[in-house]
């Protein structure tokens, strides 16, 4: 496993290997103490189910006509995966989330609780969910790391919610992939993917605040565009704290200016 401490309550992974111990979260608000035991092998079944559906999503000429529609030019590999991903996980462990009032009392801080109980117990929230997806992503050989981290619904937002979500360089760009909040639709799930607003320079910005070593407080948010609904919202990595308009990255925070005076 590949560790990346960002601050005392935000990290990414990825090279995540079976029984790994990952810390998720804390047992009170502004530590990041709890961890689970990553049984990935135990989930053989749920990554076979989805590795078939999406190679068969891939080759089906319908969903290739309306996500050129609905999101022109976005790669289709990896929607279908993301989009067999959502749905093979919740039909597979309909009640994964069922009892996320328990989740604070089911941790420890050794790791003593694996994955796998977790979702018997149906205590998943997003951390769950997202190194599941992570573990899965990894194994296709996709470039994506697992990301805790917070999430800001509007840019004005004072305070973030702690969040996990998934981070990809992909063709075309660079996406965050949320796979905890998937769009109901129909039935079915539509998988939540999200462009991010920030040019290039911005985002060498955004790796170099949190990466601050100075003392200061290492925290920043990219506007991230999500590819169907055009929503936006807030992804990046707070400190438990107030969160100030300093942090927010995007390109379009200031339309009015030209491109070369948007970094902040």
């Excluded at 937002?157 to 992939?177: A, C, V």
């Excluded at 920030?198 to 590819?227: S, V, Y």
Aim: hydrophobic share 35%.
């Amino acid at each position: 496993m590949n560790f990346e401490k960002l601050n005392d309550v935000s990290c990414r992974i990825d090279d995540i290997q079976n029984n790994d111990k990952i810390l998720i979260g804390g047992s009170y608000p502004g530590t990041f103490n709890l961890a689970v035991t990553a049984d990935i092998d135990n989930f053989e079944a749920l990554f076979q189910k989805t590795e078939e559906n999406a190679r068969r999503i891939e080759t089906d000429s319908g969903m290739k006509q309306w996500l050129d529609k609905a999101a022109p030019g976005f790669d289709l590999k990896t929607f279908a995966h993301l989009y067999a991903f959502d749905n093979v996980l919740r039909k597979m462990y309909p009640g994964l989330s069922d009892n996320t009032d328990q989740r604070a009392k089911f941790y420890d801080e050794k790791g003593s609780k694996t994955l796998s109980e977790a979702v018997a117990a149906g205590i998943c929230a997003c951390a769950e969910i997202a190194l599941l997806a992570q573990a899965y992503l990894q194994r296709q050989g996709f470039d994506s790391k697992y990301c805790g981290g917070e999430l800001l619904h509007h840019s004005s937002d004072e305070d973030g919610e702690p969040h996990s979500f998934i981070s990809m360089k992909i063709p075309g760009g660079d996406y965050f992939y949320d796979p905890a909040n998937p769009t109901p639709n129909a039935g079915a799930h539509l998988p939540k993917i999200l462009s991010i607003e920030a040019t290039p320079a911005q985002k060498r910005q955004f790796e170099n605040k949190i990466h601050a070593n100075d003392g200061k407080r290492n925290c920043a948010f990219l506007e991230a565009r999500d590819i169907l609904t055009k929503a936006s919202s807030y992804y990046g990595y707070g400190d438990g704290m107030t969160v100030f308009p300093s942090f927010i990255i995007s390109k379009n925070k200031h339309p009015n200016l030209p491109a070369k005076e948007m970094s902040l």
